[in-house]
């Protein structure tokens, strides 16, 4: 049976925290003691066992307070949680839509507490289904509670699901669930090589997670497209999909100004929800289901969204006239573009964004929370929070102003 979901590890997995925690622990140690610790084997000593124990064995090694260590991790974790970018596993995003485009879900199963997890995610931006912490009263790993409950809870077939870990906890708890496991693994780190749950079968390693891409097949055409694979556009299933939208959108665009029920209704039906989004007509996209709003948002005439490959738009991010976020590309040799082959990009939008009259933005572009981008402008490249971005292509101006500066 293929695998269609995950169940993921966060610290180490999903999100590349050791690096940091090392580099704050590394910091403290230094501000208190004449000692210059090395910060790769801190990483590698805390995927080996724990930042708990970690820090307990440094607090000992350094003759360092505790208290002291478990301070600078606590501000890094804060920083995190208000408005610092926690640090993303790379092909962690592609993954996660790969599993999205086959049908499957994303879980986290953690022992960070859920504000602290919950926090940390929504820095992250992505797009998970649920997730399972210590918080909800189940036994650490390698105790496979927590497998369990995310198996039975988000209606997971364990046969279909695939679980990531760094650590040999991991693999052993979602073994002992009856789950597929993969430990991922880092230059240098100090996982033994021994077989799992006392049995002869030796752990399955990747070195990278675009390595587990191909643990999670495709094999419909709009699954491709979703997952950023080059695919054909003219085929029935898709073909019929985009006159849906059409329909839908030419409904929505020619209905009264004071038709408010009608037009709610036809955007539920264009965009799966219609609560989030103050959209003026005309509107215009390829299928609709692939863009998520966040709440309060703000659309007016003549946006165009070509959501090709999946668009994410926080809260309160405003659109002006005219504005374009274009998700499909095409191949560069005309030979292969004559063949009708395309793929896609997806498009991510932070919360509190100002798009100008008539910006576009293309495929692959993430805009950080709180960034302006001038009218007329071209996004052809990610932008970072709290910046004001303009021209063609966008480049940065300047920071956005604090309440106090304006």
């Not at 708990?52 to 090694?61: C, R, V």
């Not at 991922?184 to 587990?212: C, F, M, Q, W």
């Not at 989004?277 to 005309?282: G, I, K, Y």
């Not at 933005?361 to 993430?366: A, D, F, N, P, S």
Request: charged share 20%.
């Amino acid at each position: 049976m293929a695998l269609r979901h995950i169940i993921w590890d966060m610290g180490g997995t999903l999100i590349d925290t050791y690096p940091s925690v090392a580099h704050s622990l590394s910091q403290a140690i230094r501000a208190s003691v004449d000692a210059d610790p090395d910060e790769q084997r801190l990483t590698q000593r805390m995927r080996a066992t724990s930042i708990a124990e970690t820090i307990a064995s440094l607090a000992a090694e350094y003759d360092v307070s505790s208290k002291v260590l478990e301070d600078a991790y606590r501000a890094l974790k804060a920083s995190w949680e208000h408005g610092a970018t926690p640090p993303v596993m790379p092909a962690a995003a592609d993954l996660i839509r790969r599993v999205q485009a086959a049908g499957g879900k994303n879980i986290v199963v953690t022992h960070r507490d859920r504000e602290s997890a919950s926090s940390l995610l929504a820095g992250t931006g992505l797009a998970m289904d649920g997730m399972i912490t210590v918080s909800d009263g189940f036994a650490r790993k390698p105790n496979p509670a927590m497998f369990h409950a995310a198996l039975t809870r988000f209606d997971l077939d364990p046969e279909q699901t695939l679980a990531i870990g760094d650590r040999a906890i991991d693999i052993a708890a979602a073994e002992a669930a009856g789950c597929t496991a993969v430990l991922l693994t880092h230059p240098g780190d100090l996982v033994p090589d021994v077989a799992t749950n006392g049995s002869d079968k030796y752990v399955d390693r990747i070195g990278s997670l675009a390595e587990a891409v191909r643990l999670i097949p495709l094999d419909t055409p709009h699954a491709k497209m979703i997952a950023g694979v080059p695919y054909y556009a003219d085929v029935p299933t898709l073909a019929a999909a985009r006159v849906r939208a059409r329909a839908l959108s030419q409904q929505f665009n020619c209905s009264a100004p004071d038709a408010l029920a009608e037009r709610a209704e036809l955007l539920t039906q264009l965009l799966g929800r219609s609560g989030g989004v103050d959209l003026q007509p005309p509107f215009h996209c390829d299928y609709g289901t692939n863009i998520r709003f966040g709440d309060a948002c703000f659309v007016n005439f003549n946006g165009i969204f070509l959501d090709v490959a999946p668009i994410t738009i926080g809260d309160r991010v405003q659109f002006g006239p005219g504005v374009q976020l274009l998700t499909p590309t095409h191949p560069l040799d005309a030979a292969e573009r004559a063949t009708g082959i395309e793929s896609a990009a997806p498009i991510m939008i932070g919360d509190d964004v100002w798009l100008g009259g008539n910006v576009t933005v293309l495929g692959g572009v993430t805009i950080g929370a709180r960034t302006i981008v001038g009218a007329g402008s071209v996004v052809t490249r990610s932008l970072p929070e709290n910046v004001i971005a303009a021209g063609n292509p966008a480049r940065i101006l300047r920071e956005v102003p604090t309440a106090t500066e304006r």
